[in-house]
């Protein structure tokens, strides 16, 4: 999309996926989004773990939480799991603390730029990491921080505007909805 209002408005998170799976190539130039955002005081602490593996990805979703308010109405039903992960790690070795701001700018990238190509995501972070570690040999040197989930979408959540409440649901056709605060309610020039 070269229209980066477009992109953005529509990008919304999705938990249904179709079942097909997800080219190797699109992963890694998700991964090589990440490695570009930007990345405080330049350290780089990131790395990533694609898990693209049918065999591993139905171990995966077990170790991970969805929709938790509205769940089971907000996990994936059978048959709709992501396709893929990209499970985002912190080298503590590299930094230890104030990596957040890093796993949040290279989350919105993977997620934008899979949007752009068609894919949907949802940015996990309620996850048995133990299990995680377990599973995916993850090192005891890295923080398991959270997971992209991804696939091409089986539904189309809709922004709603806010009316105060910040609560998702589900309509009786299954349609998540979203409230986003208004903009007038975020938005201030020059001075509070």
Wanted: glycine residues 6%.
């Amino acid at each position: 999309m070269s229209d980066w209002r477009a992109l953005f408005r529509a990008r919304r998170s999705v938990r249904c996926f179709q079942s097909r799976p997800l080219p190797r190539a699109l992963l890694v130039d998700w991964v090589e989004a990440a490695r570009l955002a930007p990345s405080a005081a330049n350290r780089q602490p990131l790395e990533f773990i694609i898990v693209d593996d049918p065999e591993t990805t139905a171990l995966l979703f077990p170790c991970l939480r969805w929709a938790a308010s509205i769940s089971p109405r907000g996990d994936p039903p059978p048959g709709r799991e992501p396709a893929a992960y990209i499970v985002t790690l912190v080298n503590t070795a590299v930094r230890d603390k104030g990596y957040e701001y890093d796993v949040g700018a290279a989350m919105m990238s993977m997620t934008l730029a899979a949007w752009a190509e068609g894919v949907a995501g949802c940015w996990l972070i309620s996850v048995d990491r133990e299990r995680v570690r377990t599973l995916l040999s993850v090192p005891e040197t890295h923080v398991i921080d959270s997971v992209l989930a991804l696939g091409y979408p089986a539904e189309t959540p809709q922004a709603e505007e806010g009316t105060g409440s910040v609560q998702y649901w589900k309509d009786d056709q299954g349609r998540m909805h979203v409230p986003k605060r208004r903009r007038e309610d975020i938005l201030h020039f020059n001075r509070y």
